[in-house]
Nanobody, 116 residues
C-alpha cells in the first residue's frame, strides 16, 4: 500500500522560511517521479516543483530561486525548502508520486499560510 505523508506546514510571516517533508511508504522514491503541488483557495492545483525522469528538477517560475526540492533516497523522503515566502505562496501543499502504469498517488496535504 502506497502512502505519502506531508508535514512542515504552518503560519509564517512574509519573508520567512519553511521546509516541507513528504515521507513515502510502499514505494522507492528514487524510482518514482516525485512532485510538489499546491492549491490556493479558489484556484486549481498547480505544480510547484518536480523531478524529471532523468533526475533533474523543474520549478514553477514563480518559485524559482526561492524554493528547493530535494530527495533522501535512504529515508524515502522528499523535501521542499521554501525561502522568502510571500502571501501568494499561501496554499495547501501536496506531495505526489507518479510512475507510468504503476500509479499516481497523493498525500493529504499540509497547509502553508503566509500572513503578517
Amino acid at each position: 500500500q502506497v502512502r505519502l505523508v506531508e508535514s512542515g506546514g504552518g503560519l509564517v510571516q512574509p519573508g520567512s522560511s519553511l521546509r516541507l517533508s513528504c515521507v513515502a511508504s510502499g514505494i522507492d522514491v528514487s524510482a518514482w517521479i516525485m512532485n510538489w503541488y499546491r492549491q490556493a483557495p479558489g484556484k486549481e492545483r498547480e505544480l510547484v516543483a518536480g523531478f524529471t525522469d532523468v533526475g533533474t528538477i523543474n520549478y514553477q517560475q514563480s518559485v524559482w530561486g526561492r524554493f528547493t526540492m530535494s530527495r533522501d533516497n535512504n529515508k524515502d523522503t522528499v523535501y521542499l525548502q521554501m525561502n522568502n515566502l510571500t502571501p501568494e505562496d499561501t496554499a495547501i501543499y501536496f506531495c505526489n508520486a507518479v510512475r507510468s502504469t504503476l500509479g499516481n498517488y497523493w498525500g493529504q496535504g499540509t497547509q502553508v499560510t503566509v500572513s503578517s
